[in-house]
């Protein structure tokens, strides 16, 4: 792979290119589509790791993904000013910060309500509905998309096929924006197959012949039937990620008075050890734990974007060939890599065990059952070319111009309904859900 392909400006959807604007570059653009997209602005009300909760310090997906946005805008222009002698004429570290960030802030897009535990529950009833034989009409391939249910895949979608454009070009990307997107550059059949990170994949069916386009623009090597190796600076928005929800995991596990403050700030002190600033130095006893916290993290942040960086540049020659083995955080120094795997054990062990959140993700099953029981039984009765009942027609009629038609494939069909269901709020999915079952408010 070179910089110059992979920095491709060209957008999917649009074959004649957009006339430049005075100090804004497409990459800008990029950065302004998903700001302004809808299903940008419904992560306000999306699960992170905590319930959506009246705690207006915890984080939801959205304030999440804004701070992986900061932090992988400061990696991509970081690891540019690093690499100014080997990018194009053309480009400047800005460029490569803003498409970084871009990415940063889609990486999330096509999450469904309740976070991983709503993507777990779609994947569950889908594996009960093969079972009863709803998945016969389609494909292995078709199939594996809904049993292996992935917000990476459905983002994919969100991006290229559901906002602005519909179905020609979706947002209209740059091919550079759409490559760091793609942390998974692969359909459903190596979702267990690549060893990286389980049940993994970054593409529908439906959206295959997108992902071809894309590859062959940015010119990624052909990895296998249906998979590409990964754009090289897919690796900063991934530790961006890792670095923005292991240590914020701490923050919000303090709000929830499930972790004291020492604790938290002796992971951090291993990492930043002397390089403390003066403002942390002079707070006493009477500063709230909240500030502390929000200077010490912050220095935090800096040493960890500073050691991706310097990993990324270390392991260029194996990002360029497309055979990285692992993440960057696996190949930043010690203390770095130490502090982010520190944080995500603590956050495993000391806060995903909360009771509310695991009745929260309880929830969640209910809730994405009630739903695609309802969507998917008028979908079926509609393909079987029986008469709509009034209950399956009502349901049908929820989804406005984007319900299903008669004489569409039931593949195409259960996508919709994907569409419609994974891009709605927690709050949303569970007032429609208790609705359906009659038990929500008049």
């Known amino acids: 792979m070179d910089w110059e392909t992979l920095l491709c400006r060209e957008r999917l959807g649009k074959p004649v290119a957009g006339s430049d604007e005075l100090g804004r570059t497409p990459f800008h653009k990029d950065h302004d589509r998903v700001i302004f997209s809808g299903a940008f602005r419904r992560l306000g009300k999306k699960t992170q790791v905590h319930p959506v909760s009246s705690n207006d310090h915890i984080h939801t997906r959205l304030t999440h993904s804004l701070e992986v946005g900061c932090v992988g805008r400061s990696l991509g222009m970081r690891v540019a000013e690093m690499l100014r002698d080997q990018l194009p004429d053309w ?3 800005a460029d490569i910060g803003v498409i970084v960030q871009a990415a940063c802030l889609a ?3 096509g999450n469904p309500p309740y976070g991983h535990s709503g993507e777990d529950a779609i994947r569950h009833w889908f ?3 093969n079972q009863r034989g709803w998945l016969a009409p389609l494909t292995d391939a078709q199939r594996l998309d809904f049993l292996s249910f992935e917000g990476n895949a459905q983002g994919f979608r969100v991006l290229t096929e559901l906002e602005y454009h519909q179905f020609e070009g979706g947002m209209r990307l740059t ?8 942390k998974y550059p692969w359909t459903a059949r190596h979702a267990d197959s690549q060893g990286y990170k389980k049940q993994k994949f970054g593409c529908y069916q439906a959206e295959f012949p997108l992902l071809e386009q894309i590859a062959e623009k940015l010119g990624l090597p052909l990895q296998a039937d249906q998979c590409w190796a990964r754009h090289p600076l897919v690796y900063l928005v991934e530790a961006a990620d890792d670095i923005c929800y292991g240590l914020i995991d701490l923050e919000d ?4 008075e499930l972790l004291d403050y020492a604790e938290v700030e002796e992971v951090l002190l291993q990492l930043v050890g002397d390089d ?3 403002t942390y130095r002079l707070l006493g006893p009477q500063d709230s734990t909240r500030r502390k916290l929000a200077i010490l993290r912050g220095k935090a942040i800096e040493h960890l974007v500073n050691a991706a960086a310097e990993a990324f540049i270390n392991q260029q020659d194996a990002l360029l060939a497309g055979d990285l083995k692992g993440d960057l955080v696996e190949h930043m120094h010690e203390n770095a890599r130490r502090c982010v795997l520190t944080a995500k054990n603590m956050a495993r062990e000391r806060i995903f065990q909360d009771k509310r959140k695991t009745l929260h993700e309880i929830g969640a099953y209910s809730t994405l059952e009630t739903l695609l029981d309802a969507f998917c039984g008028a979908v079926n009765e509609q393909h079987a070319g029986l008469h709509l009942s009034f209950k399956h027609q009502r349901i049908l009629d929820l989804m406005g111009n984007n319900a299903p038609k008669p004489g569409w494939d039931l593949y195409r069909s259960y996508m919709r309904v994907i569409d419609f269901i994974a891009g709605m709020t927690d709050l949303y999915a569970a007032d ?6 009659g038990v929500g408010p008049l």
């Open 175 to 182: 091919y550079a924006t759409l490559g760091a997107y793609l």
């Open 253 to 256: 596990g303090m709000e929830m």
């Open 432 to 437: 429609m859900a208790a609705r359906i079952r």
């Open 91 to 93: 480009c400047e570290p």
């Open 276 to 278: 403390l600033p003066e």
């Open 127 to 129: 594996h009960q509905a």
């Open 107 to 109: 990486h999330d897009i």
